[in-house]
């Protein structure tokens, strides 16, 4: 079984098109992580979070953790190309053990 | 039926010794790659290998060598362990490197103690 589910599992949009990736857990969520996969680069950085209602932006990309810490949204707004790639949010979960997600690929068509 | 699995779970040593962790994947996938994650949860790429190529990030030491007996398996080996090398150690792999995205599928990872 899978910690953390993400959805979709993939998307394509029109360039300047919003979006939204979600991040689902089962359990409560002490922290939680999203990454961007860059080729040759592995995962790059983007946010974390880690009260219930945080809110967090960086340019376009916004990311919000739910009241009851069990799931988070990634949005971006007015996508371009370079924000295609896959995404990936992790999170620490009950055990000290950290969980990936399985991932979110998303096209930009200019 | 583990897609990417790691061995050991947790392991605690004394500084100055050499240790090997595992990797194995059943998913068939061409390429590996192996993540340290320090204390703020960040995650640095080591090394991503494939059977033609392998890429090192140039910060991570010469102790540290990625050994790959067969597709399936990218170990992590490391000599003369210090007290910074204490830090969780995740494998990965994904499907292809052929300059298209391919989501990685994560190991547990291995809990490094140096003491």
């Known amino acids: 079984s899978q910690e953390l589910e993400q959805s979709p599992q993939s998307l394509i949009v029109q360039e300047g098109k919003n979006l939204t990736i979600n991040c689902t857990s089962s359990?409560?969520?002490?922290?939680l992580y999203w990454y961007k996969q860059k080729y040759g680069e592995g995962l790059i950085f983007l946010m974390m979070?880690?009260?219930?209602?945080e809110e967090k932006s960086h340019e376009k990309i916004t990311a919000k953790l739910d009241e009851k810490k069990q799931q988070s949204s990634l949005h971006i707004t007015a996508s371009q190309p370079s924000h295609a790639g896959i995404y990936l949010c992790?999170?620490?979960?009950?055990?000290?053990?950290?969980?990936f997600g399985t991932g979110t690929s998303l096209t930009v068509i200019p | 039926d583990t897609a990417v699995s790691q061995t050991p779970k947790y392991l605690v040593t004394q500084m100055g010794n050499d240790k090997s962790i595992k990797c194995e994947q059943n998913?068939?996938?061409?390429?590996m790659y192996w993540y340290k994650q320090d204390s703020k949860k960040f995650l640095k790429i080591m090394f991503s290998?494939?059977?033609?190529?392998?890429?090192i990030n140039e910060t991570v030491p010469n102790r540290f060598s990625p050994k790959s007996p067969d597709k399936a398996h990218l170990n992590l080996h490391i000599n003369s362990l210090e007290l910074g090398d204490s830090a969780v150690y995740f494998c990965?792999?994904?499907?292809?490197?052929?300059?298209?995205?391919?989501?990685?599928?994560f190991g547990p990872g291995t809990r490094l103690l140096v003491l």
């Open positions: 990965a792999s994904s499907p292809h490197s052929s300059g298209r995205q391919e989501t990685q599928y």
């Open positions: 359990k409560t969520l002490y922290g």
């Open positions: 979070l880690q009260k219930g209602g």
């Open positions: 992790g999170a620490d979960i009950i055990g000290n053990q950290f969980y």
């Open positions: 998913l068939g996938h061409d390429t």
């Open positions: 290998y494939n059977n033609k190529e392998l890429i």
